[in-house]
């Protein structure tokens, strides 16, 4: 299985129970608390599984391609999650919570790769 079908196989998993959670929930903080920790979850698992297929070739100035995939599984990931809650009344709420989760994510896959110039040797899970 490609790691972009696993990844997808894994945000939807993350949506769907998302959606699940969005129809019984009682308030903006519980609904939030759930979209942005699925959204938490599904970043580290990107960061993860990208950093882990580049660790042999990712040098100093090459990372170019994981932040790119990464940005686009972040948004791939984020308007999903948007869509899935577009009904909701906390959808307001919990879309400046999964920008501000997009926004805390791209500074840990930052950390990361700043983290693996300084020891190649390092792995993913420094930031987790």
Known sequence: MSTEKLLDDRCYGLIDQVKIRASDAQS???????????????????MTDLLSENNSTLELGKDAAVK??????????????????AE???????????????????SML???????????????T???
């Open 28 to 46: 903006a903080e519980e609904l939030t608390e759930c979209a942005g920790g699925a959204l938490d979850r599904f970043a580290r698992l990107l």
């Open 68 to 85: 790119r995939r990464f940005a686009e599984g972040l948004d791939r990931a984020g308007a999903a999650l948007r869509e899935a809650l």
């Open 88 to 106: 909701s009344k906390y959808r307001h709420t919990v879309s400046q919570v999964l920008q501000r989760k997009m926004f805390e994510a791209e």
């Open 110 to 124: 930052r950390k990361a790769l700043k983290a693996r110039v300084a020891d190649p040797r390092s792995i993913a």
């Open 126 to 128: 420094q930031a987790l």
